[in-house]
């Protein structure tokens, strides 16, 4: 049977202090049951504490778990101790929320999205990035079936994350430039509302870019917004491809190759300048949007050393070799990466 499947989160609650409701959200929802919290060193004692506060107070029985990295160990620890569980909730930033989900697929449960920073799109999406040996893999994980973004938590993360997450939405424009041309070169698959949809995103969080300023709520509901509306593209296209290209293959390729990489959605944003460039299109535009989000635009703002930006474009193609990008199939020369990150700015 020839169909397709878009999975959505059912309800989606963004507002000040609404963590402190997630025992109702979940009583709401008909969740029953003993529940999981998965949180990180940080985000325990900002979210994770809270949300088990609201749920122990509706008489829900709550394990907790803690995790570090986004890898298969981490989605084993997690599913070892979700024998007879209903609900999987992850708190925390991009790594938590792609293991909860991933472990909740995987025991065939339920998973809550709870995010305490506004730094990735993966809030709501149903696909996880999860480490391997070969760099990242994006797998199918599933739809959360709540989220609850509390706009007080994120808006006192450090401003750091939010500008991340910004920058995350902006490299939409070069995914969206390798995904047309895996269509024109290999008849790849291609959703018309899933790439308008990132599209616009990262139009309008460019368009709003002056408005998002550090410690307002109002600016952390935009780019929690935004990140959704991502999210929701990714979800129709069932494939990260409408916001992860070649920029997002140089991120993963940074993260294997840096002593200390950056965030995410940093490592991307600097890696759409340069596909920018190589796509041949107005990367300054994409330079001058990062800057105005206070997001760094090159190796010396993300404490990246320069040899290590340029050994992430060499290898970059090898991420994901499936996933056609303007990489194409053999990478850059290292004189063609060390050329391009010296006249974009990068190094
Ligand atoms: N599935 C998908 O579709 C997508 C997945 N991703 C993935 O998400 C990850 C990136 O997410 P990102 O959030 O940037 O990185 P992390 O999850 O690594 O979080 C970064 C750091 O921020 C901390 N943190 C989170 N919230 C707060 C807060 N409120 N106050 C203080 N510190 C906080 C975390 O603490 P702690 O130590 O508690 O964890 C962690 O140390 C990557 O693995 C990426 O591949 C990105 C986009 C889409
Ligand atoms: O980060 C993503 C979108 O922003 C998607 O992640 P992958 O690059 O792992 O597919
Ligand atoms: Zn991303």
Same mark, same amino acid.
């Given at each position: ?6 999975? /959505? ?55 907790? @778990? ?17 024998? #007879? ?26 998973? /809550? ?10 809030? *709501?999406?149903?696909? *996880? ?7 990242? @893999? ?16 994120? &808006? ?24 047309? $041309? ?17 599209? /616009? ?23 929690? !917004? ?29 993260? &294997? ?5 950056? $965030? ?9 300048? /340069? ?13 001058? *949007?990062? !800057? ?27 991420? &994901?070799?499936? &996933?056609?990008?303007?990489?194409? #199939? ?18």
């Amino acid at each position: 049977m020839n169909y397709k499947k878009i999975q /959505m989160p059912r309800e989606v609650h963004i507002g000040s202090d609404v963590i402190n409701e997630t025992g109702k959200i979940c009583q709401d929802l008909k969740i029953d049951g003993n529940l999981l919290v998965v949180t990180g060193k940080n985000t325990l004692k900002i979210g994770a504490k809270i949300a088990i506060e609201s749920l122990e107070e509706l008489n829900y029985s709550v394990d907790l @778990v803690q995790i570090t990295e986004a890898s298969q160990n981490a989605i084993k620890k997690v599913e070892d101790k979700s024998s #007879d569980v209903s609900l999987i909730l992850g708190v925390g930033g991009g790594k938590i929320i792609d293991v909860a989900k991933m472990a909740a697929k995987n025991k065939d449960t339920y998973f /809550m999205s709870v995010p305490t920073a506004a730094s990735h799109d993966g809030i *709501a999406s149903p696909l *996880a990035s999860i480490k391997d040996a070969k760099g990242s @893999v994006s797998l199918t994980a599933q739809s959360p079936i709540g989220v609850i973004a509390d706009t007080n938590i994120i &808006r006192n993360a450090p401003f750091r994350l939010l500008a991340s997450g910004c920058a995350d939405i902006v490299s939409n424009y070069t995914a969206i430039k390798d995904w047309q $041309l895996a269509q024109r070169l290999q008849n790849e698959g291609y959703s018309e509302s899933a790439a308008a949809l990132s599209l /616009m995103t990262a139009k309008l969080i460019i368009k709003s870019s002056n408005s998002i300023k550090e410690g307002l709520e109002e600016s952390a509901r935009l780019v929690v !917004k935004s990140l959704f509306s991502s999210g929701m593209a990714i979800s129709i296209a069932g494939s990260s491809r409408p916001a992860s290209g070649s920029e997002h293959k140089f991120s993963h390729a940074l993260d &294997r190759i840096a002593k200390k990489p950056a $965030l995410h959605g940093e490592q991307c944003g600097i890696g759409a300048i /340069m596909m920018m460039n190589l796509h041949g299109g107005d990367w300054k535009f994409i330079r001058n *949007a990062l !800057k105005d989000m206070k997001a760094p635009t090159n190796a010396y703002e993300l404490e990246i050393d320069p040899d290590d930006i340029i050994e992430a474009l060499i290898s970059a193609h090898k991420i &994901r070799p499936e &996933r056609y990008t303007i990489l194409g #199939d053999r990478g850059l020369s290292r004189d063609a990466a060390k050329k391009l990150a010296v006249k974009t700015g990068v190094i």
